[in-house]
Structure formats: structure tokens, C-alpha cells
């Protein structure tokens, strides 16, 4: 739990009860991202202290409430970590990452860095038995990245921008890559640049001629003006790397370069998770650890989180 800025302690809390139409899950590893990291170190205050942190969860079913379908004790699962309302004007017209009483675990609900969990059993994806941790902890990081690829519209052939290489920028690149578009990425630490071009990505060359499609994934500061300066004439950008600076373009730029601007807000239920659990089935070349560079036991949690800020790839902490 995090019990104040920058600190961290293992806590012992009571297992939490099933209700109805949820599933208790045993979890057996949490990844860390931007978001988490931001809570950690006291930029996006906890709701309240102490506080259970993590929003990328996978686990095993051991329990199942009374009301619950299709699901059973002994399912490997990974779990989708923002609880929409599926009642609401956003949610029936499926922008589900729109809907106003959406609740963001680790964020505004309890998170998964926690031995058992309780999760609605619409939320929680079973996935094939067998597959590495590593893969099912990036699961809900890639879904990001490819909801990101869907509302782009980019087309295999074309090609883009993309700014950041931490874990985020790591697994757009991959699913681009797969999706046969020519991914330029921009970032200034040589370890995540390498591991981008390890994944097919090229470090962007300066006067490459300006691209049609801009992602960015950083949220550092000045760097989508950057992109932007990259951006063809009537190309896209799509941003999903946060802060709170003004962009530094004016309406002139947006108008005479007929730019298209995207906010992509995680994802929404059911389709996008949908479509990267079936990605890692059996038959497909899709392994999502290969952005993975580190795991460390629950009792090392502050250090995996001072080391996931400057890690090469994606930290995860191993709750087995
Ligand atoms: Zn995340
Ligand atoms: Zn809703």
C-alpha cells in the first residue's frame, strides 16, 4: 500500500468478499506504468492513504459469485481495470471510455498490487492456460496501444511517428509493426530506442520527409508540438501520453495543416479487450512480454518502482 509519497509497505487487509456477480481472484503479477508511477510519487494524489496501487492485473479465479456465468475457479484470467456502467448514453453507443461513472482501479477504485482481488465478472477475461505472466501483465498496456491503432484508422503500408519508447510507445510500436505500418520513433534514452528498434521500429532520422500519422505516448513536455512540426499536411495525430501544458499550436496550424486530433482515452468494453485476449491465443506471433524488461518479488516493490521510471521496458511485480 502506499502510505505517503514515494512509500511503499506490504500491509496485511482482510480478503475481500464476492459479491454476487463477481470473481475472487489470487493475482499473480501487477505491471507498473506512467499512471501508477504518478500516484506513487504524489503528481496524481491517491483518493485517500493508505492506498492500493496497480491497474495491470493477471491472476486465477478462486471463487465465483452466485450470479456469475461462464466463468469458474481455476480460470486463468487477466482484468480489464476500468469499470464502466454499460447503462449510460456513452456506454450504449459503445464509447465506454467516455462514460462518466467509469471506475479507474488503482486510480479511483482499490488496485490489483494485492494478493486476492474482487472483480465484476463482466471485467475479468479468461485467457488460454499456460501462457507466460509476462505476455498476460501487458495485456492491459497493449490494449491501450492497439485502441490507440484502432481510432487512428491507420492502414497497413502507411507509416508514423512515434514519440516515446517506454512501455506505452513500446507496445504501440509492436502493434503497428504487426499491423505492417513503418514506425519511426523518437526518444532520447538509448536503451528504449534500441528496444523499439529490437521490435521492428527505426530511430527517426533528421529531415526524414514529414509523416502522415503522429502518436505520442510520453506525455513529456513540449514534445507533441514537436510532433506536430513532423505531421503531413492533413495527417493525424493521436495522443495518449498525458500532462497539463498548453499543446503550443495555434488554430492557424490545426486549419491550413487540416490536422486531425485524437484523444485516445484507454479503451473501450467490450471489443478492444476483446481483441488482444484473442491475439494471444494459440496460432498467433503476438507476445506481448517482449516489452518486458524486469520483475521483482511484492516485498521489493519500492524498488521496482524507483527502477520503472528509467527501465529500458516494462517492470512488473511477481505476486506468486
Ligand atoms: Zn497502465
Ligand atoms: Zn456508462
Known amino acids: ?94 464509447r465506454t471510455s467516455a462514460c462518466d461513472s467509469r471506475a479507474a482501479v488503482g486510480l479511483t477504485v482499490p488496485g490489483l498490487l494485492s494478493e486476492y482481488v474482487v472483480v465484476p465478472a463482466t471485467f475479468a477475461w479468461p485467457v488460454p492456460p499456460g501462457l507466460p505472466p509476462e505476455d498476460l501483465v501487458c495485456v492491459e498496456p497493449g490494449t491501450v496501444a492497439r485502441a490507440a491503432m484502432r481510432r487512428s484508422g491507420i492502414a497497413p503500408g502507411q507509416s508514423c511517428l512515434v514519440s516515446g519508447a517506454g512501455s506505452q510507445g513500446l507496445l504501440l510500436c509492436q502493434a503497428l509493426v504487426e499491423h505492417g505500418v513503418a514506425v519511426f520513433v523518437q526518444e532520447p534514452n538509448q536503451a528504449r530506442l534500441a528496444r523499439a528498434c529490437a521490435l521492428g521500429a527505426a530511430p527517426l532520422l533528421p529531415g526524414r520527409d514529414r509523416l502522415p500519422y503522429f502518436f505520442e505516448t510520453s506525455g513529456a513536455p513540449g514534445v507533441v508540438e514537436q510532433g506536430l512540426r513532423r505531421l503531413a499536411r492533413h495527417g493525424t495525430a493521436v495522443l495518449i501520453g498525458m500532462n497539463t501544458d498548453p499543446l503550443g499550436v495555434s488554430p492557424r ?68
Open 1 to 94: 500500500m502506499l502510505t505517503g509519497p514515494g512509500a511503499l509497505s506490504v500491509v496485511s487487509v482482510p480478503e475481500p468478499s464476492c459479491g454476487p456477480g463477481d470473481v475472487l481472484v489470487r493475482m499473480r503479477g501487477t505491471g507498473l506504468c506512467g499512471s501508477d508511477l504518478a500516484v506513487y510519487a504524489g503528481r496524481r494524489p491517491a483518493p485517500y492513504l493508505p492506498w492500493i496501487l496497480g491497474h495491470e492485473g493477471t491472476g486465477r479465479i478462486v471463487a465465483v459469485g452466485a450470479e456469475v456465468g461462464g466463468l469458474r475457479a481455476g480460470q486463468d484470467v487477466v482484468i480489464e481495470p476500468d469499470y464502466c456502467c454499460l447503462a449510460c448514453a456513452a456506454c450504449l453507443a459503445g
Open 253 to 320: 496550424d490545426v486549419v491550413a495543416g487540416q490536422i486531425t486530433l485524437i484523444g485516445s482515452m484507454v479503451y473501450d468494453h467490450p471489443g478492444d479487450f476483446a481483441g488482444t485476449v484473442a491475439a494471444l491465443g494459440p496460432g498467433t506471433k503476438t507476445r506481448l512480454g517482449a516489452v518486458v524488461s524486469d520483475n521483482y518479488p511484492l516485498e521489493d516493490a519500492q524498488a521496482a518502482f524507483v527502477a520503472a521510471s528509467s527501465a529500458s521496458g516494462k517492470v512488473w511485480i511477481d505476486l506468486s
